[in-house]
């Protein structure tokens, strides 16, 4: 995902302009350069990922890098509240799994290392949803936890269309507890699946009626449109998320993930090689 910034002029007080405004820009400026602004190449993988604030500045968090042996890390958060304070909540969550992941061990481990310091900054009335995963393209597995996020879903291609199977919740979410346990699941991705993350502002949006966009149009809007690359998907999601909600307010963030596994990551595991699966069927 590549996002646009524009340079933002320089405030001076003299010219009149209002300084809370210009703090507010800076800020949104800062946001939006900590969304990932590179796109790693992972063998077998077609990803995108994009975001949709519902004001000037989000409570949402994305971000994917690569890892060792080719694999890929996703991170994604949604922070309790609204504008300024939760945009520096999301901005410290984003420090803290960035400083830490490159001795996290496990997943595990790095949720209760971001938990334990997200802690230490977060006010007793708020708190941050997280989804941690590793896309293992040679093995064919995603190891994931899930610290209270709304569920993730893979889809799985069949003869009959796609079967969904989400990622339950496999912890509490971060900041809620001084000391919280994690753990760390993992799913088996053939190809043709699609991963999708996304956080819950993209469900809730509602139309003019009141009435919410909803999880099964959103799995609707992504199989119709399911043998288009993953960018393509993804903008066609939220634009049809967007439309659906035209004419009523928007106050939630709309944040959405996708990745769907090419035949080129397709490698059958020895016996030494498997992994036990946890927490999925």
């Given at each position: 995902?590549?996002?646009?910034?524009?340079?933002?002029?320089?405030y001076?007080?003299?010219?009149?302009?209002?300084?809370?405004?210009?703090?507010?820009?800076?800020?949104?400026?800062?946001?939006?350069?900590?969304?990932?602004?590179?796109?790693?190449?992972?063998?077998?993988?077609?990803?995108?990922?994009?975001?949709?604030?519902?004001s000037?500045?989000s409570?949402?968090?994305?971000?994917?890098?690569?890892?060792?042996?080719?694999?890929?890390?996703?991170?994604?958060?949604?922070?309790?509240?609204?504008?300024?304070?939760?945009?520096?909540?999301?901005?410290?969550?984003?420090?803290?799994?960035?400083?830490?992941?490159?001795?996290?061990?496990?997943?595990?481990?790095?949720?209760?290392?971001?938990?334990?310091?997200?802690?230490?900054?977060?006010?007793?009335?708020?708190y941050?949803?997280?989804?941690?995963?590793?896309?293992?393209?040679?093995?064919?597995?995603?190891?994931?936890?899930?610290?209270?996020h709304?569920?993730?879903?893979?889809?799985?291609?069949?003869?009959?269309?796609?079967?969904?199977?989400?990622?339950?919740?496999?912890?509490?979410?971060?900041?809620?507890?001084?000391?919280?346990?994690?753990?760390?699941?993992?799913?088996?991705?053939?190809?043709?699946?699609?991963?999708v993350?996304?956080?819950?502002?993209?469900?809730?949006?509602?139309?003019?009626?009141?009435?919410?966009?909803?999880?099964?149009?959103?799995?609707?809007?992504?199989?119709?449109?399911?043998?288009?690359?993953a960018?393509?998907?993804?903008?066609?999601?939220?634009?049809?998320?967007?439309?659906?909600?035209?004419?009523?307010?928007?106050?939630?963030?709309?944040?959405?993930?996708?990745?769907?596994?090419?035949?080129?990551?397709?490698?059958?595991?020895?016996?030494?090689?498997?992994?036990?699966?946890?927490?999925?069927?």
């Amino acid at each position: 995902m590549m996002i646009g910034i524009q340079q933002s002029h320089k405030y001076n007080p003299a010219d009149g302009a209002d300084s809370r405004e210009w703090e507010m820009e800076m800020a949104r400026e800062v946001q939006h350069r900590a969304f990932p602004r590179s796109h790693p190449q992972i063998a077998g993988l077609d990803y995108y990922g994009d975001w949709r604030p519902a004001s000037g500045l989000s409570s949402d968090y994305l971000d994917y890098f690569e890892l060792p042996e080719g694999n890929l890390g996703l991170a994604m958060g949604d922070v309790a509240g609204k504008g300024l304070a939760a945009a520096l909540l999301t901005s410290n969550l984003h420090g803290l799994a960035r400083a830490l992941r490159p001795g996290y061990g496990s997943l595990a481990g790095l949720a209760s290392a971001i938990d334990e310091l997200f802690y230490e900054v977060c006010p007793d009335s708020s708190y941050a949803t997280m989804f941690i995963a590793r896309h293992d393209p040679a093995r064919r597995l995603l190891h994931y936890v899930n610290a209270g996020h709304e569920p993730p879903v893979v889809l799985r291609k069949t003869a009959r269309g796609y079967w969904p199977v989400e990622l339950e919740p496999t912890g509490p979410v971060i900041g809620m507890l001084r000391k919280s346990s994690f753990e760390e699941g993992a799913i088996s991705l053939a190809p043709g699946d699609i991963l999708v993350a996304y956080t819950d502002g993209l469900c809730e949006t509602v139309n003019a009626h009141g009435e919410p966009w909803g999880f099964q149009r959103m799995l609707a809007a992504i199989q119709a449109s399911s043998f288009r690359s993953a960018r393509d998907i993804v903008e066609r999601v939220l634009e049809t998320a967007e439309q659906y909600g035209s004419g009523a307010p928007r106050y939630d963030d709309m944040t959405l993930w996708l990745g769907r596994v090419e035949d080129s990551a397709s490698r059958t595991l020895t016996f030494d090689e498997s992994v036990p699966l946890q927490a999925v069927a």
